[in-house]
């Protein structure tokens, strides 16, 4: 329940998110092309100059890195806070040392209390119950710890694989994806040792709520010129629609007359540009001018009438 409040919540920041990530994407030739303007220069004036046109780049887009991490900034007081509560209910209702918070001493001795399918407290570890030789609790948290690692791991193949342009595939930030989607789901043992069978369990749901989020973003909204983004032209096709210039669904006879109309728009812009004057090298232009006096000293002279 407390998964689905604070995703449900969450959904305006995520939509924000895919924005943000969308408009980091098309602003990407612009950022490479201020950070090879001031390759190689070290110094501090040229690393302040190349912070400030960054920054103007994000201002002008209305993006920045960090909005593509608010979810995740905004739950992890959410996530400490329930390890706090599990860690402290336990502290206190083995000493007996009465509430905590705002939880009165019964409440907290409810909280403690709380178990999973009857077998395994939720705030009891892995380690925990491996010292009390609580088997059924060691083999869900053992479980749940494996499971963390697939749903992390699948959530981020389905992003790499089929949801990135072939742009995103060449650069330093796509390798650095790839490594972590090796490391980053075996920091979910570390979790699985030594935190609370609670917070295991939150972590669990959220990313099976993470995956399936995903899942229907790449599928309805996925990047464009990604993998994801041609399957879905290719479903739309087989339905007799189309995207058109506003990213808006539209039936493909509405694509097709659009799609016309902007080739002609362009070809009428073309036809319009005025024409560019090719640049004449001194020489030629010399010999441009003596073939011009040469025509005009040897042009004939009217004969004058004679009475």
């Not at 001493?105 to 010292?131: C, M, R």
């Not at 009390?132 to 479980?143: D, Q, Y």
């Not at 010999?287 to 000293?297: C, E, I, L, P, V």
């Amino acid at each position: 329940g407390l998964v689905v409040v604070v995703r449900a919540a969450l959904i305006p920041l995520f939509v924000k998110q895919i924005k943000s990530q969308r408009k980091m994407m098309e602003i990407a030739p612009e950022l490479r092309k201020i950070q090879d303007k001031y390759r190689g220069k070290k110094d501090q004036l040229s690393r302040e100059a190349m912070s400030r046109e960054t920054m103007a780049l994000y201002k002008k887009h209305g993006t920045s890195p960090v909005s593509g991490c608010l979810p995740l900034l905004v739950q992890m007081p959410v996530f400490f806070s329930l390890y706090s509560v599990l860690s402290s209910v336990k502290v206190n209702a083995e000493l007996g040392l009465g509430g905590v918070g705002v939880l009165g001493p019964e409440l907290t001795k409810q909280f403690y209390d709380a178990s999973l399918f009857g077998v395994a407290s939720l705030h009891e570890t892995l380690i925990d119950a491996w010292n009390t030789g609580n088997t059924p609790a060691v083999m869900i948290l053992v479980v749940l710890v494996i499971l963390m690692i697939a749903s992390q791991f699948f959530t981020q193949l389905q992003i790499i694989s089929k949801n990135l342009s072939p742009e995103a595939k060449t650069g330093q930030a796509y390798q650095m994806q790839r490594i972590m989607l090796w490391v980053l789901p075996f920091a979910f043992v570390f979790s699985g040792v030594f935190f609370p069978l609670g917070v295991v369990l939150y972590w669990f749901t959220s990313n099976i709520w993470t995956m399936v989020q995903q899942f229907i973003v790449i599928r309805e909204m996925p990047t464009p010129g990604s993998e994801a983004a041609k399957q879905r032209e290719e479903r739309l096709a087989r339905k007799g629609k189309a995207i058109d210039s506003s990213g808006k669904v539209v039936p493909m006879d509405k694509y097709l007359a659009e799609q016309q109309r902007l080739l002609e728009e362009a070809e009428k812009a073309k036809a319009q540009a005025p024409k560019r004057e090719q640049p004449m090298s001194k020489q030629r232009a010399k010999k441009q001018g003596n073939r011009s006096a040469g025509g005009a000293t040897s042009r004939p002279q009217n004969p004058r009438p004679t009475g």
